[in-house]
């Protein structure tokens, strides 16, 4: 996530520009679908679902990479 620039908008349990990761975590933890539902999220980008602030398209990442991100984000559900 470092590498593909993602924490200059996420933080883990602090909220800068995005939502933080844990948040995220919270609210898709119990959904069976969350990991495919947000790796496409992480490539497409998007708005509406936090606010009025969009995430970019990350084109550069990978499908798998995509879904191991997804899976490392919901693992942080408390
Ligand atoms: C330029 C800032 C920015 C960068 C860089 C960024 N994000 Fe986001 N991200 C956001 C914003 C803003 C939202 C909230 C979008 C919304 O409300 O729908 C978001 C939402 C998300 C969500 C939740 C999607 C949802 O539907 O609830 C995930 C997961 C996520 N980002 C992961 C990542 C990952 C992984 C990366 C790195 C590859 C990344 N983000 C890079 C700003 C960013």
């Given at each position: 996530m470092q590498r593909n620039n993602c924490t200059a908008c996420h933080l883990i349990d602090k909220r800068k520009y995005g939502p933080h990761f844990t948040e995220i975590a919270a609210r898709y933890?119990?959904?069976?679908k969350a990991v495919a539902t947000l790796a496409a999220k992480i490539k497409a980008g998007g708005s509406g679902v936090w606010g009025e602030d969009p995430m970019p398209p990350?084109?550069?990442?990978?499908d798998k990479d995509a879904q191991t991100m997804a899976r490392l984000i919901l693992a942080l559900k408390p």
């Open positions: 933890g119990g959904d069976a990350q084109p550069q990442v990978s």
